[in-house]
Each structure stands twice: as C-alpha cells, then as structure tokens.
C-alpha cells in the first residue's frame, strides 16, 4: 500500500519570496509522483510530474520538484511566489503497473502569498 | 469547451433524497475515476472504472453507486443521501499510455441538510 504525507497543511509566505512545499511518500513498489494544484473553486489542475529520468522536474508556472528517492520525498519549489500562486496543492503517487491505477493524495498544503 | 465537465455544479439536498451527480467527457479516455474531497483530508477514491464492462470499488464506496453509461459518461448516485456525504465531489479520466496522468472535471459542490 502506499502512503503520502505533506507536511504543512498552511504555508503563508510574502509575495516574491520563495517557497518550498513538502512531501514524503511510502510505498513497497516504486511510483510515479504528481503534483497537482487547486485553484478557488476550480478543480485539480496538473502542475508537475515525475515518471522517471532526471530527478528535476520542472512543471507550469514556475514550480519544479525534485525526487529523492532515499529519502522518498518529492518537495515542490518556487523560487519567486506571485499572488496568484494562491492556491491549495497536492501531492499525489501512483504504482507502477498498479492494477487499480488510481492516485494516492496527501491531504493537500495551503500556500497563501501575501502582499 | 471543457473536457471533463460535470453537472449539476451545485447541489442542495434532504437526507434520504436519491440523487445523481454526472461526469462527461471528450478527452476519449477508457478510465475514469469519482473522488470526494473534505477539507483536510484531500481527495479520496469512490469508484472508478477502466471500461463500460468494469466497474471497481474505490476507497470509500459504501452508500455510494455507479454507472458507466459509455467510454465518455460515469455517473455516481447517492441511493439515500446523508448528511456526512456534503462534501465536493471529482470526476477523473486518465489514459494509462500517459502514466496515469489524471484530468479532472471542475467539481460538484453537494450540500446534504
């Protein structure tokens, strides 16, 4: 089974200052890792993902990630926030050929960019 | 045009009332997913489906149904709605030559009173 933990559920931070979201996952088979974003009343928009390859992932508006996979974590980064960058994110894994094919989410982290 | 639209947007119902929430779309994706999301608690998995003929129990499917009425319509129904179901609901599709890369609706908001 797999499991992922985002450890802020609130990130406040001034505007153009940077920003780094974290996440840990656990998992006895190796996954994909996604980050998706979820702006005011909108649904969940893909942000980034990490499938295999160079552990940098570089995603929309800004943000990339990088996997470690000993440390099983996939923190997401921005090194200059806007205020549109307001918005709730998710962290979310997927097992390689899992039968069910469905993402496992983290309960999400509040980023709000204050002026 | 959206490709994954869901309706009704908004929703307010009476315990014990049936409805239905509904989920189209055009990306031409086998596989599509219901999710429910409560505040700090993320999304979790209902019921998904990887063709018309396959129907799966997610995390959470208990007082929940499904129906696929073709590749590009997944339907969820509350047979006897209750008050711990307000919550906002997603429909998802994904392709599984993209790696399982899911596209979501625009959510339906359900108030249960």
């Known amino acids: 089974a797999q499991s992922v933990t985002q450890l802020d559920s609130q990130v406040p931070v001034f505007e153009e200052a940077p920003v780094e979201l974290r996440c840990n996952y656990s998992?006895?088979?190796?996954?994909?890792l996604f980050w998706y974003v979820q702006y005011p009343n909108q649904g969940l928009q893909l942000l980034l993902k990490?499938?295999?390859?160079?552990?940098l992932v570089k995603g929309i508006n800004g943000f990339e990630a990088e996997f470690n996979k000993s440390q099983t974590s996939f923190h997401l980064r921005k090194p200059s926030v806007h205020i549109s960058d307001t918005a709730e994110y998710f962290c979310?894994?997927?097992?390689?050929?899992?039968?069910?094919?469905?993402?496992?989410f983290g309960k999400g982290t509040k980023l709000s960019v204050k002026p | 045009d959206a490709d994954v639209t869901q309706t009704p947007r908004n929703r307010i119902t009476k315990t014990g009332k049936r409805i239905m929430l509904e989920c189209s779309q055009t990306?031409?994706?086998?596989?599509m997913y219901w999710y429910r999301q409560d505040p700090g608690l993320g999304l979790r998995l209902i019921y998904y489906?990887?063709?018309?003929?396959?129907?799966n129990k997610g995390e959470i499917s208990d007082g929940y149904s499904v129906s696929r009425q073709a590749q590009a319509k997944f339907s969820l129904s509350l047979e006897s709605a209750i008050p711990n179901q307000t919550a906002l609901y997603f429909c998802?599709?994904?392709?599984?030559?993209?790696?399982?890369?899911?596209?979501f609706g625009p959510g339906t908001r359900l108030l249960v009173l």
């Open positions: 998802a599709t994904s392709d599984p030559h993209s790696q399982e890369t899911q596209y």
């Open positions: 998992s006895s088979v190796s996954v994909y």
């Open positions: 990490y499938l295999s390859g160079s552990t």
């Open positions: 979310a894994v997927s097992p390689w050929g899992g039968s069910q094919g469905n993402l496992i």
């Open positions: 990306k031409g994706h086998d596989r």
């Open positions: 489906s990887f063709d018309v003929k396959d129907i």
